[in-house]
């Protein structure tokens, strides 16, 4: 008997009454119009063959072949049976089937966030990876914020997403599971011409006087000194780009902290970068439902941690070409 006989023969209910295992019987011996052929294929013996029909029969309440000298035949019961038992055999298979390949991560969804930053490098590489190991695994991603992804993380709305926190920080809302991929500082882009541009480290206090083009809410560990350098100057507009961003840096109109992670690919000859060395970097983490357990987010965190981008580690240019 093959493991797909033995799992429905031994598991397998249908409507409480009728055992999953009497209808493949029944539909062998409807296929080859015999008891010991039936049971030769499906390796019973040719009275337990014979039992498991009757037990069907009396179950049903109907005679469902009709005994021939030289095999069986199905009467109009037992082919009215036999449509529905295909179908119901068919989606069994199909159901048990699609629960081994989820066992053995060969299938299913997997539905994933990412804060903006994440999107430039780190999410990329994690997706094509994921994807090259697990093919047959849907995958979705939602961009967002970090507020955004645990609020879709408590909801259901999503599975998994990659997140930036302070070190330390308690996420509210939880709990949830973290996975620390790397740390990733905050850099000040400013004009090629700006009194800093070329100093490899910056202090708060050298941005003091500066206006910042972001609103806080988008930073939230620099809200406070955000909030502060925008009081003195005219509100900032809104950006939906870092392109957007840097356009207004490159133009003299204000400042705006990337991280590195987004600096590197952002690099232009109007503007230059400098570390804020007094701002702990964040922690990029994947964070998840603790309450759940899932062997595709398991194995997500370790392909992601596996291909961190090589941008986590390098250095945008400080300062414009000559």
């Known amino acids: 008997m093959n493991t797909w006989q033995t799992y429905h023969a031994e598991n397998a209910y249908l409507g409480g009454t009728l055992d999953i295992a009497w209808l493949e019987v029944f539909r062998e011996v409807a296929a080859r119009g015999s008891l010991t052929a039936a049971g030769r294929a499906l390796g019973y013996t040719q009275p337990a063959v014979s039992r498991q029909v009757a037990a069907l029969e009396k179950a049903t309440g109907a005679r469902l072949f009709d005994r021939l000298p030289r095999g069986m035949r199905l009467t109009e019961e037992g082919r009215f049976l036999l449509a529905h038992a295909e179908v119901v055999l068919e989606r069994m298979r199909a159901a048990a089937d699609g629960l081994e390949a989820r066992r053995n991560l060969a299938a299913g969804r997997l539905r994933t966030g990412a804060i903006d930053s994440a999107n430039t490098e780190l999410l990329p590489r994690a997706l094509a990876a994921f994807r090259t190991a697990h093919p047959g695994v849907r995958l979705s991603v939602a961009e967002g914020t970090t507020p955004a992804q645990l609020g879709r993380l408590r909801a259901g709305e999503i599975d998994v ?17 973290l996975y620390h991929l790397l740390d990733d500082q905050l850099m000040v882009a400013l004009p090629a011409g700006h009194r800093l541009a070329g100093k490899d480290t910056i202090t708060i206090a050298d941005l003091a006087d500066e206006h910042l083009l972001q609103d806080p809410g988008a ?45 590197v690919f952002y690099t232009r000859p109007d503007v230059t970068y400098s570390h804020v060395s007094d701002i702990p970097p964040n922690q990029v983490c994947l964070a998840w439902d603790a309450t759940r357990r ?11 941690a596996d291909h961190l981008p090589v941008a986590s580690q390098a250095e945008p240019d400080r300062s414009s070409p000559a």
């Open 161 to 177: 997403a990659v997140i930036s926190r302070y070190p330390d920080q308690e996420l509210e809302g939880g709990p949830f599971g």
């Open 219 to 263: 930073v939230p560990e620099w809200r406070d000194i955000a909030t502060e350098m925008r009081t003195r100057r005219r509100s900032a507009p809104v950006f939906r780009t870092v392109e957007e961003k840097l356009e207004h840096v490159a133009a003299g109109h204000g400042i705006v902290l990337l991280p590195l992670s987004t600096a």
């Open 294 to 304: 899932s062997r595709l987010i398991q194995d997500y965190a370790a392909i992601a």
